[in-house]
């Protein structure tokens, strides 16, 4: 046989299985023009060169690690959908003459043609599109300037090579299919699986287990330090989960439901039931992946859009002054020199002083037991420390309280006032320091504090204390048994807060000629509100960019499961259309059946998915709390959003696919 007869065969079996291998052919151009695009902002020099240009390459990094991941699996998920299809026919091609190897070359060519309609179209793609998707990147990180767009030729290198070496790897998977399987079997491929399914109690079992813990992860674990250690074991864990309860959990339950004469022997349930166990044999993985690729589009677009929506509030809550100076002391008088320093350099940038506070906090970290008397937490308890069981006690005087509350509160010596996360009532604090006992009464749990004086970034990964004591000198005494310790974790500093009438490059100036004084003899570090947002404008940008760029992806990957699923029930359904109306059942009783039947495979997956999403709701807001995001309200509205956004699409994909299916089924 000469090569043109192949290329004849080709073209020929491509164009006769249109049907399933054009969406193929279009999301393989789609992920080659995605991977393009991402590499294209990955390797480009004007982002790795910019303002924190770094931050942005790590996280589109991040997205060449998904769509790289991504484009193995989907692809040979697809594949192997096709090659399914495709076995009667191979298998008659193997039984009329052809040979194997006649066989393996024509899909080498079939392969070839795919691979380069893909590259081609894709990079094509991916240059018209990739400058869309510099100028968005520019745009959600709130760049005051957008560089010339110029796509890096080893990223046109590196797209080329991954897609030539990946079409080759799925190829050869179809050449070991085919070798390893008999004409007889190829035949009768399509009829595969008609067996009734048996239940698989440990699969089942492992399900219930793996996701029983995951969901019982996000419910019940409240330190986040301790979350983000066994956070992606608990995702790992709900995967399988999910997988376990899809493809054997739904069939036990089915058959429990036909055990049941009352549920059973129904003459709607009779046939409903029946058709389920099948569809759920033949469907479980795909509906499965739906679940799993639904979830991952819900979450990645409600924490990416709300982080982003509620940037201002992060930024006001964290940093509630425009120019914050902080130095950590090892004696308490040299807060005079601290402020010669930045008064020397306000006068130099004729600075209006507004809002100023100045405060002093004495951190000092205890583990968290039920003991009476507080135990500090030093470097020995390292897992004190990472598995969160720590409270951190943060003491301020109360001169520097009344000033900023401009209350008139006096305390004595043992007294203090407290105000505690989410109200905790504390009704005295004792603690041992270096053999040293405190102990102090709580005069009053205060409602609220100014953010500027204490450190509430520490909020985000632990409980915190504020306490106001009487003095200072009551901290300066602490803080002298304290400091010695070995592995001591407490700090001792003094803040300076306030706002100026610079414009943002003086201020950003300022901060730089302040942090000139920082040297070997003391720690002086300023930051500056305007530097944090450009930062977190890189920072939160480039999560909702990435955000935006996986849920894309997922959106296709699972519009094209549910078209490949609608196809596969197509033809299965349509010889069930005829064994039902065999055994009696009019053609209006069958549409009615198969429609059920379709509707609650379809729906499964979005409910499982919402589920899911519900569950994960309060581990995600622990996350986002330790990226300073507290904003509850606005995570759940932008959760409840994208929930309702993402049915709808959901409801119209399904919509648009379900056509091949009813043109398949009402086929005559």
Known sequence: ????????????????????????????????????????????????????????????????????????????????????????????????????????IMMYVETVYIMLIDIAAGIILGIVFGKLMFLLLFKLIKSQSIPAFAIPADSLTETIIFFIALFSVIFIYNLMKIHLTNPIEMLHGGEIGEKEPKTKIIITAIGLLTMGWGYYFALMYKQPLKVMNTFMIAIVAVIIGTYCLFTSGSIAVIKLLKRNKRIYYRTNNFTILSGMLYRMKQNAVGMANICILSTMVLISVSTTVCLYAGMEDSISSAYPREIMVTSYMDEADSEDEINKIVEDVNK???????????THILELFFRNTEKETAELCDGGNFNALTEGNIVINELIPLSDYNKVSGKKYELNDDEVLAFTKNGKEIKNLKFNVNNSKYEFSVKKILDSMDKSLYDSSEESFTDVNVIVVKDISIMNEIYSNVRNLEGNLSSYYYKVLYNTNLNVKESKRLCDEINIYNNGDKFIYTENQYLIREELNMMYGGFLFIGIFVSIIFLMATALIIYYKQISEGYDDRERFIIMQKVGMSSDEVKKNIKIQVMMVFILPLIVAAIHVAVAFRIFKIILQMLSFSNAHLFGLCTLGTLGVFAVIYVIMFTVTSKSYYKIVSYN
Request: with cysteine; glycine share 6%; aromatic share 14%.
């Open 1 to 104: 046989m000469n090569s043109r007869f192949y290329m004849k065969m080709a073209k020929s079996n491509l164009s006769k299985n249109s049907k399933t291998y054009v969406p193929y052919i279009l999301m393989g151009i789609f992920i080659v023009t995605m991977y393009f695009m991402i590499s294209s902002l990955y390797k480009s020099k004007e982002i790795i060169n910019m303002d924190h240009g770094k931050n942005i390459v790590l996280l589109l990094g991040v997205g060449m690690w998904v769509i790289r991941i991504f484009s193995v699996i989907f692809l040979f998920y697809i594949n192997s959908f096709l090659i399914k299809r495709r076995k009667q026919e191979i298998g008659l091609y193997n039984i009329l003459g052809m040979e194997k190897r006649h066989i393996g």
């Open 348 to 358: 130099k940038f004729c600075v209006k002083e507004k809002n100023k506070v100045e």
